[in-house]
């Protein structure tokens, strides 16, 4: 999403979390660098999800940021990346209904028609989940009122910084934050995810109107992104 905001031209391939320099999706490899050759290949130089706006200003396009601005962003993006992402991850891995309506679905069913495959991926899926969640956590306990409680303040803090603006940075235009925001807000509201009660439960606010700017933030992305 963030490189359709800031105009650059790419195509999709499937991959998997070992090919990518941080161990997470996605990642970017530049066109520059595209070849089959094996010495090209050899210099090839992923970017990562978190590198992604650097890599963009460096090729002119995307917009820098002041200092105070990068803190701001760092900020926000800390909310994302551990208030809401552990609510997300419990959400899809560790609660069953999600687990058996979404996840499988999207991840072990689309890979392999053996049943015990499809089990020992599920299981794999929520121990790495539970992992990532304990390891931000002072608790080996997962508390999960506390979870969906500090995901809810996280939301409201996004919805106060967004304001009025159409986007995080104003005038600027729109960033990284803007795309990560957007990739949660638009998959909790899509309806097609089919998601059950915890998965409800963690995008209430956005359905019930707590947060409607940052609905109509969602709205903007997606016409400017994927509209027709």
């Not at 290949?41 to 995307?62: F, Y």
């Not at 999207?106 to 390891?135: D, E, F, G, P």
Request: aromatic share 10%; net charge neutral; charged share 20%.
């Amino acid at each position: 999403t963030y490189l359709k905001l800031v105009g650059v031209d790419f195509v999709t391939v499937s991959s998997n979390n070992h090919a990518s320099p941080t161990g997470s999706l996605p990642f970017l490899i530049p066109a520059a660098a595209s070849s089959n050759t094996a010495s090209a290949l050899d210099t090839i130089s992923p970017v990562p999800s978190n590198r992604l706006q650097e890599w963009a200003i460096k090729q002119g396009v995307g917009s820098s940021k002041s200092k105070a601005d990068s803190m701001r962003c760092e900020v926000y993006m800390s909310l994302l990346d551990h208030r809401i992402r552990n609510a997300w991850l419990h959400t899809l891995y560790l609660s069953t209904h999600n687990l058996n309506a979404v996840a499988r679905p999207l991840y072990t069913n689309s890979s392999t028609s053996s049943s015990l495959v499809r089990y020992l991926l599920s299981k794999s899926l929520q121990t790495a989940a539970l992992a990532a969640i304990v390891q931000t956590s002072t608790s080996p306990i997962i508390d999960v009122e506390a979870l969906y409680r500090e995901s809810d303040k996280a939301f409201s803090a996004l919805s106060d910084f967004l304001g009025d603006q159409d986007w995080f940075l104003g005038d600027e235009g729109p960033g990284m934050l803007d795309a990560a925001v957007f990739a949660y807000t638009y998959l909790l509201l899509y309806e097609a995810m089919g998601w059950r009660e915890e998965g409800e439960r963690l995008g209430k606010g956005l359905r019930e109107g707590r947060w409607k700017n940052l609905v109509r933030h969602k709205d903007r992305i997606y016409a400017q992104c994927y509209g027709s």
